[in-house]
């Protein structure tokens, strides 16, 4: 990041979420980064946040949504914010896969069931995201 800073160039900014102890991890690991960087925790959302992060992007895309559907959505991730990523990119495909201009409660059923589905065959919610990556790439290896 001091390099970055002398060249001129953008900042650099980590962003790291993860399983319950990772904060004395790394407070025990000294890493300077840590050491020196700015936490800002990240909670739960509300019903209001999670529909307003789940809309707001289909607006931008010029894609509308039924009610029920980004309240289906909401309820799903249950305020967090890595389930409200994972449900939405799921209900996303469901509508491109469909053709429809606008999100319907039906297509959120079916990216729910889809993403219940994957978390099933993969077990715990850390194996779901890590499951794409090439072995290679995974943590530990």
């Known amino acids: 990041m001091q390099c970055n800073a002398r060249a001129g160039l953008d900042p650099v900014g980590i962003v790291l979420g993860g399983t319950p102890g990772l904060v004395d ?5 000294n890493a300077t980064f840590w050491i ?3 936490r ?3 909670s739960l959302l509300s019903n ?3 529909h307003s992060v789940l809309a707001h992007p289909l607006a931008q895309a010029g894609v509308t949504a039924e009610e029920s559907a980004l309240a289906a959505l909401a309820q799903a991730a249950a305020g967090y914010p ?3 990523q994972l449900y939405g990119e799921a209900a996303w495909n469901a509508l491109r896969q469909s053709d429809a201009g606008a999100l319907s409660t039906e297509q959120v059923e079916v990216a729910i069931k889809a993403v219940e589905s994957r978390r099933k065959k993969t077990g715990p919610w850390h194996s779901y995201v890590m499951s794409p990556l090439p072995s290679a790439m995974r943590a530990g290896r």
Do not use: I, K
């Open 40 to 42: 800002l925790p990240v």
């Open 82 to 84: 890595f389930f409200l």
């Open 25 to 29: 991890t790394l407070d025990a690991s």
């Open 48 to 50: 209001d946040e999670a």
């Open 36 to 38: 020196r960087g700015l």
